[in-house]
């Protein structure tokens, strides 16, 4: 068979930050990611009333000074950590078969301006890797979304993979265990944490697609048989790579953070696991958040600064935060492997 013309394009997203620490900036970046109706599924008015009434002009001043803490020379480190995990990809792959470009899903640089560049090259297909190991709506959906917005103005759509959900392929959980191991060599833990980005419970709810739950237990929770919700894919996350640190049962939990809003999120919500673990008399706690491929705002901040002193002032002596998988060896090697397995 005659060998197809062209190269194929590969498109990595993540999900976006400001373009500087600027109140402007961030207003701006929180006003486009939270207009997206994936994000904040409400219809278009009230939506637009939250958002550039209330949490926008509100918030956007206290979250600036939030990205200033974590801001480095590089920028935001949730940017420079995708374009060195895209660098590495482009050293592993064969540049006569592929081109990379990568792209946020809100800011800069755009998915129009990634595609355009793996357009201009006319590559026969476009392999698309939405940075959230978890599929939910808000993330992976949108990308999907949007790329397909692009795409309806090209006279010809090339041949498009999306990856979906990679909590088990085997790359990814040993990077995870692989920083999980080197963390552990420091203390004797007595609990490990794994703390995901949490989602409104409506949109578990919402989110039905039948076919294929694993798990079962939250999913029927919610009212959806047979469903892997992105709930269970994080407990599914949790429970394979504790498995590969072969960490005992009762010492592992699993919860979510970053709820905005009083509207009920997916428990257990981090801050009532912390105190419940300071009321046991925990004092040592290991935490992962797999949730997030590269360190951010709500790695850094979050889980390494703000509940470190909550979990402080209830009397805990160590909060330590596994990095996580930024451009790390094995983690090039699992995104390379998603790419190779879909050519
Ligand atoms: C309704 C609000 C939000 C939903 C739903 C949501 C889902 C979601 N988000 C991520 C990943 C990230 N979120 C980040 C920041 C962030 N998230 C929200 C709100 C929702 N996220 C806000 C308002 C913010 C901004 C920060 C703040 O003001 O507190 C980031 C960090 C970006 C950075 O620049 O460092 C990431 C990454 C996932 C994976 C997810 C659903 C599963
Ligand atoms: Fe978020
Ligand atoms: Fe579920």
């Not at 950590?81 to 792959?93: E, F, I, P």
């Not at 790359?171 to 060599?185: D, H, I, S, T, Y």
Request: aromatic share 10%; net charge neutral; with cysteine.
């Amino acid at each position: 068979m005659a060998k197809a013309k062209g190269k194929i394009g590969v498109l990595l997203v993540n999900l976006g930050t400001p373009d500087s620490t600027k109140t402007g900036d961030v207003r701006k970046y929180l006003r486009e990611f939270l207009m997206d109706g994936r994000v904040i599924d409400f219809p278009f008015i009230p939506r637009w009333m939250l958002v550039n009434l209330i949490i926008a002009p509100f918030r956007a001043p206290k979250s600036a000074g939030e990205y200033r803490k974590l801001w480095t020379d590089r920028g935001s480190p949730l940017l420079f950590h995708t374009q060195d995990l895209k660098d590495k990809l482009v050293a592993k792959l064969d540049p006569k078969e592929y081109l990379v470009s990568m792209a946020m899903r809100y800011q800069t640089p755009s998915i129009e301006s990634g595609l355009k560049e793996l357009m201009d090259a006319k590559v026969r297909k476009i392999i698309v890797v939405p940075l959230f190991p978890q599929y939910a709506s808000a993330t992976n959906g949108s990308v999907i979304d949007r790329v397909m917005e692009i795409a309806r103005t090209w006279q010809i759509i090339p041949e498009m993979t999306f990856v979906s959900n990679y909590v088990d392929h085997p790359l990814f959980l040993e990077a995870w265990a692989e920083l999980g191991r080197e963390a552990m060599q420091k203390q004797d833990y007595d609990k490990f944490v794994f703390s995901y980005h949490g989602l409104p419970e409506r949109q578990i709810r919402k989110g039905s697609v039948d076919g294929y739950c694993q798990l079962g237990a939250c999913c029927n929770k919610y009212g959806l048989k047979n469903q892997f919700c992105y709930r269970a894919q994080c407990f599914q996350t949790t429970r394979l790579v504790a498995e590969k640190l072969g960490l005992p049962d009762d010492k592992v939990l699993t919860c979510f953070q970053s709820r905005l809003g009083k509207d009920p999120w997916v428990k257990p919500y981090t801050e009532d696991v912390i105190k419940e673990l300071a009321k046991d008399g925990i004092k040592k706690v290991l935490v992962f958040s797999p949730a997030f491929v590269a360190d951010c705002l709500e790695t850094t901040v979050e889980v390494g600064e703000e509940y470190k002193e909550q979990f402080e002032e209830l009397g805990g002596e160590h909060w330590d935060l596994v990095p996580s998988l930024n451009s790390s060896d094995t983690w090039v090697n699992c995104v390379k492997d998603l790419v190779e397995s879909r050519a």
